[in-house]
């Protein structure tokens, strides 16, 4: 079963920039689409981007023309870069995949972007 593990994150001020990774590992046949979700306090957790394995994209509203999308085919890594961050980005950011068919999740990763 595929196991998704995330890095970067962290603490920025408005108007700076992150990168999110996501690796996947464990035993993988096949990985449809990527993406990545949030979830602020209070919130429902939301797509924020995804990408399919022919590189297709998909955005929320709210992100679209400061965050983009990546992934790695040969390495099973999706990557999410944030630039011209807002505060009302804070959140906790998750890395999705659809491994073998079934969904997994990462564990999370605090985005915290201060006024």
């Known amino acids: 079963q595929g196991r998704l593990v995330e890095s970067g994150g962290g603490l920025v001020q408005a108007g700076g920039s992150l990168r999110l990774s996501c690796a996947a590992s464990g035993i993988i046949f096949s990985i449809d689409t990527m993406g990545w979700y949030r979830q602020a306090p209070g919130k429902q957790r939301e797509l924020v981007a995804s990408?399919?394995?022919?590189?297709?994209?998909n955005y929320a509203d709210s992100v679209k023309g400061r965050f983009t999308i990546s992934r790695d085919n040969t390495k099973a890594t999706v990557s999410l870069q944030l630039n011209s961050l807002k505060p009302e980005d804070t959140a906790v950011y998750y890395c999705?995949?659809?491994?073998?068919?079934?969904?997994?999740w990462g564990q999370g990763t605090q985005v915290t972007v201060s006024s």
């Open positions: 999705n995949a659809r491994i073998n068919k079934r969904d997994s």
């Open positions: 990408i399919e394995s022919s590189g297709g994209t």
